[in-house]
Structures are given as C-alpha cells and as structure tokens.
C-alpha cells in the first residue's frame, strides 16, 4: 500500500466518522427516541416522522451497543 493510498483511507475514515457524529446519530437522537416509553422507534422517515411505533428488539440492542461503542 503506497502512501497516497493511505491518504485516501484517512480521507474516507474522516468523511464517514463526520456524517456518523455529525448527521446520522443527531438525526436519530432528535427524532428516534421514545421519550414516553423509552428505547427507539427503528421506523422514521427521512424528515424524522414515526412511520411505525412497533419496537423490535434487536434494533433497540443494535442501537444501545451502538451508542456504546461511541463512548
């Protein structure tokens, strides 16, 4: 791997962890969360509308490791 390949890789790495830190999780903490009942609502639209109240349990343990890891 030569370095300008590095240098693309470092490129991607930071486009992608600014639109996860910057956009995706804003987005889902503003609009996701149940703030009656607790967890998340895993259906929303692309505005943040609930689209589906239904609350499966593996996108609320994917979220909760998620915002683990993020720590």
């Known amino acids: 791997m030569n370095l300008n ?3 693309q ?3 991607l790495l930071k486009t992608f962890r600014s639109g996860l830190l910057d956009d995706v ?5 503003a609009h996701a969360v ?4 607790g967890g998340i609502f895993s259906g929303i639209d692309q505005t943040g509308h609930v ?13 909760a490791w998620m915002l683990g890891e993020l720590i």
């Open 9 to 11: 890789i470092g490129s």
């Open 34 to 37: 149940d703030d009656q009942w």
């Open 25 to 29: 999780i804003p987005f889902w903490l």
């Open 5 to 7: 390949n590095l240098d």
């Open 51 to 63: 689209i589906d109240t239904d609350k499966a349990i593996w996108p609320q343990a994917r979220f």
